[in-house]
């Protein structure tokens, strides 16, 4: 169930990468769904119902817009029915009879839409913490690995450049066991914010667990990536200026031709790493063209 989740909440992700006009066509859909349900219940003395129909347009803009958005389709589709019982020529035997229907109908559409818009809800949350590291909000490693495989696919088929970063944090361990595990977890945050703000959104950053971090920077020429790498390695200490001892070894190599595995570039940009660490920490190894 967790898995079918997670996968559902991937393709509720992709389905609304179009957000704006997914929006507009819900409504435009929906408007013409009901403009073709009232017409056919007035034209045919309220004899033919297609109820259920309504459904469809209620729980699309539910499942786009939210909450707010299915509840209104749910009114509209709510009037749609009442309208076609009073345009029609069916002889009811009390005139409020086609209200009553429209407002159970009602009812049953808001309905309808509370719970597509809470099942979008939840396939979201749920997609977000299959993909999501729980602290920071950053990538996990099965995500980064997974996004990292469509990347360097891109990469190679169009001959375009990528440069692969690790970084691990200095005497992390030293600073759990001095300050606790909550000092831990804010250094942890601080290190994040810091790469997220020194990257693009179109760049790739994880935690790969503990104190282990990488970034992907995609479509960067050499010289600005070691621009981008240098100013990133900065921030990283800025951030951690703040908690006593820490500070942030990386490694960082250059692909003009990414190697076919993700993983074997991360293993390249983790060696670099360790070697930083081998000078004394808080250091910063590259591997660039010259």
């Known amino acids: 169930m967790r898995a079918w989740l997670s996968n559902s909440g991937l393709a509720v992700e992709q389905a609304l990468s179009g957000h704006p006009r997914l929006c507009l066509l819900a409504w435009a859909g929906g408007g013409v769904m009901l403009v073709a349900l009232f017409s056919i219940r007035a034209v045919s003395g309220a004899e033919f119902a ?3 129909l309504a459904l469809l347009p209620v729980m699309w803009s539910a499942w786009v817009t939210g909450r707010v958005g299915g509840c209104v389709m749910a009114l509209l589709a ?3 029915w009442i309208a076609g019982d009073l345009a029609s020529d069916r002889e009811f035997p009390r005139p409020w009879v086609p209200w009553i229907n429209g407002l159970i109908h009602g009812v049953i559409y808001i309905m309808a839409a509370t719970l597509a818009s809470e099942l979008q809800v939840l396939l979201r949350r749920e997609h977000e913490r299959a993909t999501r590291d729980g602290l920071t909000d950053l990538l996990n490693q099965r995500q980064f690995l997974e996004a990292g495989r469509l990347e360097v696919e891109r990469a190679r088929r169009h001959r375009q450049p990528l440069t692969v970063l690790f970084l691990d944090l200095d005497h992390f361990k030293a600073l759990n066991d001095s300050l606790g595990h909550n000092a831990g977890d804010e250094a942890l945050k601080a290190v994040a914010s810091a790469l997220v703000a ?3 959104a179109t760049d790739l950053v994880a935690r790969l667990g503990g104190d282990e971090f990488a970034v992907l920077l995609v479509e960067v020429k050499p010289d600005k990536t ?5 100013r990133l390695h900065q ?5 951690l200026s703040g908690f006593a001892g820490l500070s942030v070894s990386l490694g960082a190599v250059y692909f003009d ?4 595995a993700v993983e074997e570039m991360l293993q390249v940009a983790d060696s670099l790493m360790y070697r930083a660490k081998q000078d004394g920490g808080g250091a910063l190894v590259v591997d660039f063209p010259a």
């Open 198 to 200: 020194s990257v693009r």
């Open 50 to 52: 297609f109820a259920s």
């Open 235 to 239: 921030a990283v200490n800025a951030a």
């Open 226 to 230: 070691r621009h981008t790498v240098q």
């Open 257 to 260: 031709y990414p190697m076919p």
């Open 78 to 80: 709510s009037a749609t």
